[in-house]
């Protein structure tokens, strides 16, 4: 950096904050947390930036809304220690996420396709009553969670199993690993247990998939934010490789 300086134009903090709505403080933390490469410093310990510490804050900044902060910082402050293949895996990890969430959307869809009026009224009835139905460490294992995420799935009101007469343990029916699948699905899409109770209870109901349908339509519209904040992101950041050289 030092050996460009004078060839550089040369930029107070207050120059970077000014154009991002920021305070010169975080301009100085963003160089503290290796974000920014390092600056070289006025005889008088005064900071300078160039235009590469502008682009670093600008690529910074469009990569927090697909990146998140954290991800994003772990990408800046490997390219910043040419540590670029590092920081591309990283990038490539966050585009396999979302690849992975709009499968799970689409799983969801295939799952809304399944929920006619016959099956969603069905609820804890003759099947749940009868001989047939799962333990809760089959069904959890079968979903990848832990038996007592189930159970508080059961406390929150997603799924009604009901209890074996002589060893008193949880028995799923189909209607409640429906309910355990779609609950799996939708927390995966990023939904609350508050937010999925009422979809839940309204596919038991036989009410219509429309609640579902409107979770749906909204989960698209975040994806589809987060599938262009990535390449805004990339795109500034392949700016600021370019001008590292």
């Known amino acids: 950096m030092g050996r460009n300086l004078q060839n550089a134009e040369r930029l107070r903090p207050i120059d970077l904050a000014r154009g991002h709505g920021l305070s010169t403080q975080a301009v100085r933390n963003y160089e503290e947390a290796g974000i920014l490469p390092p600056a070289d410093r006025t005889p008088h310990g005064y900071r300078v930036y160039t235009p590469l510490h502008a682009g670093a804050l600008r690529a910074f900044l469009a990569l927090v809304p697909g990146h998140g902060h954290a991800v994003a ?28 969430d709009r499968r799970t959307l689409e799983a969801v869809e295939r799952a809304l396709g399944d929920l006619t009026p016959t099956t969603a009224a069905s609820g804890p009835g003759p099947a749940a009553s009868g001989t047939g139905g799962r333990f809760i460490g089959p069904l959890a294992g079968e979903l990848g969670i832990r038996p007592a995420t189930l159970r508080k799935w059961e406390r929150a009101g997603l799924v009604s199993p009901r209890r074996d007469p002589v060893t008193g343990y949880r028995v799923y029916a189909e209607a409640d690993v429906r309910d355990a699948r779609l609950a799996h699905q939708l927390r995966r899409g990023g939904y609350l247990l508050e937010q999925i109770a009422p979809i839940v209870a309204q596919v038991r109901s036989a009410g219509g998939p429309e609640p579902l349908a409107a979770a749906l339509h909204d989960w698209h519209g975040r994806l589809s934010a987060r599938g262009r904040a990535l390449l805004t992101g990339a795109a500034e950041l392949e700016a600021y490789l370019r001008a590292r050289g």
């Open 73 to 100: 910082t772990s990408i800046m402050r490997a390219v910043n220690r040419d540590a670029v293949d590092e920081a591309l895996r990283t990038v490539d990890e966050s585009h396999a996420r979302l690849l992975d």
